[in-house]
């Protein structure tokens, strides 16, 4: 369980928060938004930590009886609200795990603290319970709701919530990260840190993902011999693809990594600023042998590839017609 201070990032919302216990602000009711990975779940746990401390400063202790208790996972001031069906909360999770229970006094620290993960599958119903709760909680009570989308609640939950939005980190920030804590080679370390988008849980899962490795090296093969390859080729590989389970946006997402350094080798001529410096050489051969305009379109074809798929058109149409622009350009 992790403390502010182990928290990469998200230095707002930490201040944010630190200030609140620190002046004796603190709201009844938080929803942390953010996608999955991006360190919610981290936040909600340092300050619920911080909050049941027994030192009562702006940073866990780590040490008192409390903080060992949040840590091992059973302080009984910290309540998790969990629910049967996989993708519902429904109306008797809310009301048996919060609102039955929310009146009983803290045991041993002054607050009591729910944590509402995937909040997002609440019901209309159990958001309408969960709202007679936040309109007169007791003193002691806070509720952190975490969610992917806090669209989904009510606006009567929301105007009562303090909400705090998680923002990507800088990809630096992921992928030193990733070279200095995790030990992880710094050429291998940007392009997890480019590709997970400033989510440094996804980065660190794809850091260890044989399946990224797999299509790593098949879609690096691929784009490499491109010029080669008929289209007979390059539509076993689009077969490899789906025979090897691997996510479709994901090899959209790294085409479009690849272009992307293309096209910033062929205006600025720095390979500082590519992402796959290891391969400085093809993508200086490609950005000298392409217009731009060639790779615009290319980037364009990808966009449109992501749009069909996305309208359920055939999987092996929308890469064939952006693989045929690929190598015309």
Same mark, same amino acid.
């Given at each position: 369980m992790p403390?502010?201070?182990?928290?990469?990032?998200?230095?707002?919302?930490?201040?944010?928060?630190?200030?609140?216990?620190?002046?004796?602000?603190?709201?009844?009711?938080?929803?942390?938004?953010?996608?999955?990975?991006?360190?919610?779940?981290?936040?909600?746990?340092?300050?619920?930590?911080?909050?049941?401390?027994?030192?009562?400063?702006?940073?866990p202790c780590m040490?008192?009886?409390?903080?060992k208790q949040?840590?091992?996972?059973?302080n009984p001031d910290l309540l998790f609200v969990n629910h049967e069906k996989p993708n519902s909360i429904g109306v008797d999770d809310i009301r048996q795990q919060m609102h039955d229970t929310i009146m009983i006094r803290p045991y041993s620290s002054y607050y009591k603290i729910y944590i509402v993960d995937e909040a997002e599958k609440m019901t209309v119903q159990a958001q309408n319970a969960l709202l007679k709760t936040i309109e007169e909680p007791p003193s002691y009570a806070i509720i952190i709701l975490l969610t992917t989308n806090q669209e989904a609640f009510l606006p009567t939950i929301l105007s009562r919530c303090v909400q705090l939005k998680l923002k990507p980190l800088k990809d630096s920030v992921v992928s030193t990260y990733l070279?200095?804590?995790?030990?992880?080679?710094?050429?291998?370390?940007?392009?997890?840190?480019?590709?997970?988008?400033?989510?440094?849980? *996804?980065?660190?899962?794809? #850091?260890?993902?044989?399946?990224?490795?797999? $299509?790593?090296?098949? %879609? /690096?093969? !691929?784009?490499k011999h491109l010029k080669e390859m008929d289209i007979m080729e390059?539509?076993?590989?689009?077969?490899?693809?789906?025979?090897?389970?691997?996510?479709?946006?994901?090899?959209?997402?790294?085409?479009?990594?690849?272009?992307r350094d293309v096209l910033m080798y062929k205006v600025t001529q720095d390979i500082n600023l590519l992402v796959f410096k290891e391969?400085?050489?093809?993508?200086?051969?490609?950005?000298?042998?392409?217009?731009?305009?060639?790779?615009?379109?290319?980037?364009?074809?990808?966009?449109?590839? *992501?749009?069909?798929?996305? #309208?359920?058109?055939?999987?092996?149409?929308? $890469?064939?017609?952006? %693989? /045929?622009? !690929?190598k015309e350009n």
């Open positions: 403390g502010f201070q182990d928290i990469i990032g998200h230095e707002r919302i930490k201040e944010h928060l630190q200030k609140a216990i620190k002046f004796k602000r603190v709201s009844h009711a938080y929803i942390l938004t953010g996608e999955a990975g991006m360190g919610r779940k981290s936040l909600a746990h340092a300050f619920a930590m911080t909050l049941l401390c027994e030192k009562g400063m702006s940073e040490q008192c009886h409390a903080c949040v840590m091992s996972g059973n070279s200095k804590t995790l030990g992880i080679a710094e050429s291998r370390a940007e392009i997890y840190g480019a590709f997970a988008r400033g989510n440094l849980g *996804r980065a660190i899962h794809l #850091a260890s993902s044989e399946a990224f490795q797999t $299509m790593h090296g098949d %879609l /690096l093969q !691929m784009l390059l539509l076993y590989y689009i077969k490899k693809i789906k025979d090897d389970n691997q996510d479709l946006y994901d090899c959209l997402d790294f085409m479009q990594l690849w272009y391969e400085f050489n093809t993508i200086k051969e490609m950005s000298a042998a392409s217009a731009y305009e060639g790779v615009e379109l290319i980037l364009q074809a990808i966009d449109k590839a *992501r749009i069909r798929l996305n #309208a359920n058109v055939n999987m092996e149409l929308a $890469m064939e017609l952006m %693989l /045929l622009v !690929m």
